[in-house]
C-alpha cells in the first residue's frame, strides 16, 4: 500500500461509503433504477477499504509483534471493523446483482 493510504484513511472514508450505501438500499427499492450505480459504486468502495484495512492491520500484526497489550484493543476494533465493511458490502452488493441492467 501507498504510504499516504492508512487504516485511519481508510476506516474513514469506509465507514462514510458504508452510511451512503446503507440510506441508498432502501432509496433504491422505492425509485429504482436511478440510484443502482451510486449504490453499487458506494457498497464497492466501503467493501475495498474493509478488505484494505484488514490487510494493512494484518501487516501491522506481522511485521510489528513488540508492540504489546496497549495495542491490542485498537487492532481488535481495526479488524471488526473491517469484517462489518466487508460484510455489509457483501450482502448489498449480492442484494443488487440481479437488478443490473444489461
Given at each position: 500500500m501507498a504510504g499516504w493510504w492508512t487504516i485511519?484513511?481508510?476506516?474513514?472514508?469506509?465507514a462514510s461509503a458504508a452510511v451512503i450505501a446503507c440510506l441508498l438500499w432502501p432509496l433504491q427499492r422505492a425509485y429504482g433504477e436511478s440510484l443502482i450505480w451510486p449504490l453499487l459504486a458506494a457498497a464497492?468502495?466501503?467493501g475495498l477499504?474493509?478488505?484494505?484495512?484488514l490487510l494493512i492491520t494484518a501487516g501491522d500484526?506481522?511485521?510489528?509483534?513488540?508492540?504489546?497489550?496497549?495495542?491490542?484493543?485498537?487492532?481488535?476494533?481495526?479488524?471488526?471493523?473491517?469484517l462489518a465493511l466487508v460484510a455489509i458490502?457483501?450482502?448489498?452488493?449480492q442484494d443488487m446483482a440481479g437488478q443490473l441492467p444489461g
Open positions: 485511519g484513511r481508510a476506516s474513514g472514508i469506509g464497492g468502495l466501503a477499504c474493509g478488505v484494505s484495512i500484526m506481522l511485521f510489528h509483534r513488540r508492540r504489546g497489550e496497549r495495542i491490542r484493543p485498537v487492532r481488535a476494533f481495526d479488524v471488526l471493523l473491517g458490502s457483501l450482502i448489498q452488493l
